[in-house]
């Protein structure tokens, strides 16, 4: 009798070692899922905010180049724009600075917006596409496409010449013609007459359109 139980016993421990064995060579999907780390969504996964109160930027397209990318809100990646196909290449001379979003905004349809999240222009160095840096505030283009919102926040780069800088005043007295060739970059780009630049707000102006972002983006998640 006591042998019978040790050989009944023998068998059920090596039916899990083999049933163990089995499972660590050919891992469930979810196994997998738990084993390979999921790509950072860059809409959803990074605050508009760092702790230290700058804001984060997801970087599209690095200043000077041309190739259209642009956040795919579905995916969170940046993908290659394309329109009836064909990627996109800007037809002017490459942007005049990094060019991105802010993650978790929204310039809502409802409220005049076009339904993306809020764009931004980082002055500094090129920075590499998908790359999500700091930088801080210091005004606002207000641009209009097609009768819909389309405002660029405008900040400035750590580690650049102008990390420095407070305002847009403080930008035109040391670098002299920079929003102006911001501005008429942004009013032509795209042809004559198809985007409607206004003027500049101050930093407090474009802090206020990015607590607004953040509200409307909150309130549809």
């Known amino acids: 009798m006591v042998y019978r139980i040790t050989f009944m016993l023998s068998l059920l421990v090596l039916a899990y070692s083999c049933k163990k064995v089995n499972s660590d060579q050919n891992p469930t999907s979810t196994q997998k899922e738990a084993k390979e780390p999921r790509l950072k969504n860059l809409l959803e996964d990074f605050p508009a ?5 700058y804001v984060h ?13 642009e956040l795919n809100k579905r995916s969170g990646k940046v993908e ?5 196909g064909t990627p996109r290449i800007v037809n002017y001379i490459g942007y005049p600075g990094n060019y991105g979003m802010i993650p978790r905004t929204l310039l809502d349809k409802a409220h005049g917006g076009d339904g993306d999240p809020l764009d931004i222009l980082v002055l500094g160095a090129p920075a590499e596409r998908g790359s999500v840096i700091s930088c801080k505030l210091i005004g606002v283009l207000y641009l209009k496409d097609r009768g819909e919102q389309d405002d660029k926040l405008i900040a400035v ?4 010449p102008f990390e420095n800088l407070q305002s847009m005043e403080e930008l035109d007295a040391n670098f002299h013609g920079v929003s102006e060739i911001i501005s008429i970059w942004f009013s032509n ?10 003027g500049f707000g101050n930093a407090r102006e474009a802090k206020q359109l990015l607590d607004q972002a953040i509200q409307e983006y909150q309130s549809k998640h």
């Open 157 to 160: 780069a750590a580690n650049s």
């Open 189 to 198: 780009y795209k042809g004559p007459g198809m985007l409607q630049a206004s």
């Open 80 to 84: 290659w724009e394309s329109v009836n």
């Open 49 to 53: 905010l760092d702790e230290s109160g």
């Open 57 to 69: 930027a997801v970087i599209e397209i690095p200043a000077g180049t041309t190739v259209k990318w």
